[in-house]
């Protein structure tokens, strides 16, 4: 491994520099083998299935520490772990996936991955054992948590497994699982998320409520996702420093029998498996207040235990900086640890993160993009400047709300053309010359309006081109500043929109809009609200149209069919379309590649066709790599630009993998 190397021969040259010059000073650095990373959002939770854990800091920290059956690329593809086990569809009527473990799948304490695992991780995800439905808040969580904690509630329902109504069949090292029906999403729809032996354990020993061991609380909270997040500043703690977080181990206690540790480990597993396996309520309802709350930054920081985790890495440390990770001594999959150890920092401001790697604290920093920051890395001596695109900034149109677009409030005529003329007004090649290029000079026109997918452009299937361009009917959001058309509806229309205009990106982006639309007649006001992000879906009828950044999702073709489909658990737009609504759910049950290649190019043509969103471009990203030689400090190889809009960062961490 490169760590092992590294040190090697650091220790080798020490020797030989005593021996020839001992009057040498010693180096500046002394982190050969240990590598920080500096980014702006906080690490949240471990828990995949809550909205901490979706956030963008957890799933960095997620993919440098767990690993499963499969993996999500930013391109929307899935890569298997043959190293953990395999997903393979057996039957297609009734639609039936099976998930072998393999045995090299353990868990960080050693303990392997059962089949109890994913069966506690159905019951949380497939809502068929809930009890209630939570109301859910505008931040995506529960509004009345504490009303939850005497019903059998995980209020975590996962779209690609609400069609598994039976219990998974359990079989050795295998778990069968039976839809109602076909599900594109069918890859990525379970896998190993929290260990059921120490929820199990949590949950169900009463010995294990005790002030030195204690249960999770469930105190994370998720941060607002627009804009840019206020930092501290470079003195916030020592680049490569000691965190102040409680110590973590995932070793048994010293003199502990391995033999009764295993058995532990099993028995609470076992607990877990025939909790669900018999539907017993008693025991469900524990099992969920525990799973619910488990895998936060705040419990992980104080119970050792609860960092658990199967990828190459585990958590050591997680404080206040961030987070230190260390080589998992359990791991047997097929990408080892490279380093000693990996920080990840969260303290810094964007320039005090660029001003870490300039000064050997940081050694790959990804700080909000933004002019002076950009210009500030270009100045940074042995790194290298890596910018590139992140998340599909849209025009999405409000058509409900009784707004400017709402048929109701006019006419179906009206409404469309009024559309028509807004969407026809928008310079898109203007708004990457002005709101992305000084950011990142390779910006070109974004044509993904299911970036929830793919960030990048989807693939095409047999005769359907999943890019091609707008009909010559519908509106193309192709028009200049210097000639803009004039269309029926234009005269006299008064369009609120929403943006946060906090992100520069966005703030330019709605000027040239403005601009560009009353050069047509068209006056463009900013929405008035009080939060952005929370208007965006709560107060249809404060806005017309709105920028919206929007990111990939873990469940990419659920995530789509919930936005776009008539009546959508996401669709903040009130867009209907029954031919639409077609084309969604037959993509909605594609579950090869070439069926779901010309489904995601039906619904993308669609939806371009309808003028219901115009894609503008991806907002710009950036990456800083120190990336020449110091004594003393490693050097990053192979480091690629982090975009955090994706939903699965596994394959951006290889570059500290073996």
Do not use: K
Not at 15 to 24: I, K, P
Not at 263 to 283: C, K, N, S
Not at 308 to 313: N, S, V
Not at 400 to 425: E, I, K, M
């Amino acid at each position: 491994m490169r760590g092992r190397t590294v040190r090697g021969a650091a220790a080798a040259g020490a020797v030989l520099l005593a021996l020839v010059a001992c009057t040498s000073t010693e180096p500046e650095h002394d982190r050969a083998d240990d590598v920080v990373v500096a980014v702006g959002s906080p690490f949240l939770s471990l828990n995949a299935g809550t909205a901490a854990g979706l956030a963008p800091g957890s799933t960095l920290v997620r993919g440098l520490v767990q690993s499963g059956f499969t993996s999500l690329e930013e391109d929307g593809s899935v890569v298997a772990d043959p190293s953990f086990g395999t997903v393979e569809v057996v039957d297609d009527e009734p639609f039936t996936v099976r998930y072998t473990i393999a045995e090299t799948a353990r868990w960080s304490d050693g303990v392997p991955v059962t089949p109890a695992d994913l069966l506690l991780e159905w019951a949380a995800r497939s809502g068929q054992l809930d009890e209630v439905v939570p109301e859910i808040g505008a931040d995506g969580l529960p509004v009345d948590p504490a009303a939850l904690d005497d019903v059998v509630a995980f209020a975590a329902t996962s779209p690609a497994l609400v069609h598994a109504t039976a219990v998974p069949r359990v079989d050795g090292a295998t778990v069968t699982v039976v839809h109602d029906r076909r599900v594109a999403d069918w890859q990525v729809a379970l896998d190993v998320n929290l260990p059921a032996h120490v929820v199990g354990r949590l949950a169900l020993d009463p010995a294990a409520q005790t002030t030195d061991d204690p249960a999770p609380t469930g105190a994370g909270t998720v941060p607002p996702t627009d804009g840019p997040t206020p930092g501290a500043t470079a003195t916030g703690a020592a680049p490569g420093g000691t965190a102040t977080g409680a110590p973590a181990t995932t070793e048994p206690a010293p003199g502990a029998d391995p033999t009764a540790v295993a058995a532990d480990a099993a028995r609470w597993a076992g607990a877990v498996q025939t909790a669900v396996e018999e539907q017993d309520r008693d025991a469900l309802v524990d099992v969920a207040r525990v799973w619910r709350a488990a895998g936060t930054a705040g419990d992980v920081a104080t119970d050792p235990v609860l960092t658990t985790t199967t990828g190459p890495y585990v958590l050591a440390q997680v404080d206040d900086d961030g987070v230190l990770a260390v080589p998992n001594d359990a791991y047997a999959g097929a990408a080892p640890a490279a380093y000693a150890s990996v920080r990840v920092r969260t303290d810094l401001d964007p320039l005090a993160q660029v001003d870490a790697v300039s000064e050997g604290g940081v050694d790959v920093a990804a700080p909000l993009s933004t002019g002076d920051v950009l210009a500030a890395a270009a100045q940074v001596e042995g790194a290298t400047v890596l910018t590139g695109g992140d998340a599909v900034l849209q025009l999405v149109l409000q058509e409900g709300g009784g707004g400017v677009f709402d048929a109701a409030a006019s006419s179906a005529g009206q409404a469309t053309a009024a559309r028509a003329a807004f969407v026809a007004t928008v310079p898109r090649e203007e708004v990457v010359t002005r709101a992305a290029e000084p950011l990142w000079g390779d910006a070109t026109v974004s044509d993904e309006v299911l970036a929830e997918v793919a960030l990048g452009p989807l693939p095409s299937g047999e005769g359907t081109a999943a890019t091609a361009a707008p009909t010559a009917a519908a509106p193309t959001g192709t028009a200049t500043a210097t000639q803009a058309p004039t269309a029926p509806g234009a005269d006299g229309l008064v369009v609120r929109l929403l943006a946060n205009t906090d992100d520069p990106v966005r703030a330019e982006a709605l000027e040239v809009v403005t601009s560009a639309a009353a050069d047509a007649g068209i006056e463009v006001v900013v929405a008035e609200v009080e939060d952005p992000a929370a208007a965006l879906r709560t107060e249809p009828e404060a806005w017309d149209a709105a920028l919206v950044p929007v990111a990939q999702e873990a469940l990419g073709v659920s995530a789509a069919v919930a936005r776009w489909r008539t009546d959508g658990a996401t669709n903040v737009t009130g867009h209907a379309d029954d031919a639409l609504d077609e084309a969604v759910d037959a993509l909605d049950r594609a579950v090869d590649a070439d069926a779901r290649a010309d489904a995601l190019g039906a619904v993308a043509e669609g939806l371009r066709a309808s003028g219901a969103v115009l894609p503008l471009v991806r907002t710009p990203a950036l990456t800083l790599v120190r990336d020449s030689p110091v004594a003393g400090l490693p050097t990053p190889a192979g480091v690629p630009l982090l975009p955090p809009a994706r939903a699965d960062l596994t394959s951006w961490w290889g570059w500290v993998r073996g």
